[in-house]
């Protein structure tokens, strides 16, 4: 499975940024998918993910009520909507795969994309 992760950029806080990831290769509608973040100095950590049928989703506690995760089967494209943004929120953002049921540790993914890099100005 290969994933390409795009949609960063630089914006101001309180702004809106849509981050897409588009899957290819075998059998990726049926991968959970999730997006990680890792902020300049900090460890990669959780921020959110999707089972593969999108009826089940998981968020880090930073992001709940902000951050939307959703994904178009047809397209094999994952979304994470981003509203609210803050200056805590700047990172390079990763989507990763993983067979069955999604998870919070980046350990139990099986693919990454290559990032997309968020910079929130305060």
């Known amino acids: 499975v290969q994933l390409q992760a795009s949609g960063g950029g630089l914006v101001q806080a309180g702004a809106s940024l849509r981050l897409s990831c588009a899957a290819s290769g075998r059998t990726s509608s049926n991968y959970a998918m999730g997006w990680f973040r890792q902020a300049p100095g900090k460890e990669r950590e959780f921020v959110a993910a999707i089972n593969w049928s999108g009826g089940i989703t998981g968020y880090a506690d930073s992001v709940k009520g902000r951050f939307t995760i959703s994904r178009d089967a047809a397209k094999n494209t994952v979304y994470l909507q981003m509203n609210g943004l803050k200056p805590e929120d700047t990172a390079v953002y990763y989507c990763?795969?993983?067979?069955?049921?999604?998870?919070?540790?980046?350990?139990?993914?099986?693919?990454w994309g290559q990032g997309t890099l968020v910079t929130v100005s305060s």
């Open positions: 990763a795969a993983r067979g069955y049921g999604w998870r919070k540790t980046e350990s139990e993914y099986d693919y």
